[in-house]
């Protein structure tokens, strides 16, 4: 009989209604995989006080990331029950962060509390102990709306749908997909390391950006651009970046398209390469997120970047 680690966080799959609203609860260890009793052993771990997924931090997952290196020894696989608003950025930093030992690592949460009428977590459960159970699976995965999908590249797309989790560049999870792993990189995890995230819109925000990248105290950052990662005519923002990546900043430049993917058809692209800026591809913010938290945690140069993004077919 299989031996599966669980490490229940919080999220909306457990929670109980309150006067104050919705709140984490953990009477769902007592019933959520009681249906699967004979066809696995299941280790719980309950994190004490569970946790609304919007307050995730660096330092939970560095609690996490040591939590299962020390359990996967002893165990079959990994279940992760999380809230829905961070589990994409969770799974993206397992994927990149944890040493699976070829083991699959298996994600998942609901859209509506498991008590709830018409709940999506039975199901949820059921695709996710399905794919724990799968001798092909070797990867880290979400599972969602009955599919999986790869960690790296997913993202929440909708609050509302049960198949609220979606894969826009690679899909949904198949079985003769190499695991996309980095191979040559440290990957030691720093809750300390500090990545800034920076949206542009239409306005002032060039502007501020620069600010932010001159003042505020960062090690790397992503800029999330538009269509292929384009940025307005601002000398001031080219030449913060510039400044950024020359004292030995990283900087990521990725589309806020949802099926975007980073290019230099346009001038204003090569003019942001030639200040500096790494190309993301692929690159979604959850993986942006994840792979920048590695790259400053380790001092990566430009170059190792440019290798991760290769090693995990984002580019």
Same mark, same amino acid.
């Not at 794919?131 to 990867?139: E, G, R, S, V, Y």
């Given at each position: 009989m299989q031996k599966i680690f669980v490490l229940y966080t919080g999220g909306t799959i457990g929670m109980k209604p309150t006067p104050a609203g919705l709140v984490p609860d953990a009477e769902?260890?007592?019933?959520a995989l009681q249906p699967y009793a004979r066809q696995a052993?299941?280790?719980w771990h309950i994190c004490q006080p569970l946790i609304d997924s919007s307050n995730i931090t660096p330092h939970h997952w560095a609690q996490w990331l040591t939590l299962l290196q020390n359990a996967l020894p002893e165990h079959d696989g990994i279940l992760v029950l999380h809230g829905t608003d961070t589990l994409a950025y969770t799974a993206n930093l397992l994927a990149l962060a944890l040493d699976n030992q070829g083991k699959p690592i298996v994600l998942t949460g609901a859209q509506k509390p498991y008590h709830a009428e018409n709940s999506d977590a039975p199901a949820n459960l059921q695709t996710a102990v399905a794919?724990?159970?799968?001798?092909?699976?070797?990867?880290?995965v979400i599972a969602f709306g009955r599919r999986l999908y790869? %960690?790296? =590249?997913?993202?929440?797309?909708?609050t509302k749908l049960d198949d609220g989790f979606s894969n826009a560049h690679?899909?949904?999870?198949?079985?003769?997909?190499?695991?996309?792993?980095?191979s040559g990189l440290p990957t030691r995890f720093d809750p300390a390391a500090r990545v800034c995230s920076h949206l542009l819109t239409p306005g002032s925000s060039a502007e501020q950006i620069a600010h932010s990248l001159q003042r505020f105290p960062q090690q790397a950052a992503i800029l999330l651009g538009y269509g292929?990662?384009?940025?307005?005519?601002s000398p001031e923002l080219l030449a913060a970046v510039e400044h950024f990546t020359a004292r030995g900043g990283l900087l990521l430049n990725i589309s806020q398209a949802h099926h975007g993917q980073t290019g230099s058809t346009y001038a204003q692209s090569n003019a942001l390469r030639q200040a500096g800026a790494i190309g993301g591809g692929k690159c979604n913010i959850e993986t942006a997120t994840a792979l920048m938290t590695l %790259?400053? =945690?380790n001092?990566?140069?430009a170059e190792q970047l440019q290798q991760a993004l290769q090693q995990l077919h984002l580019v």
């Open positions: 769902l260890a007592e019933r052993s299941f280790h794919a724990l159970q799968n001798p092909q699976m070797h990867d880290t790869p %960690a790296i =590249g997913s993202s929440k797309y909708s690679f899909g949904t999870w198949q079985p003769d997909t190499p695991p996309r792993r980095l292929q990662g384009h940025v307005p005519a %790259a400053a =945690g001092r990566w140069t």
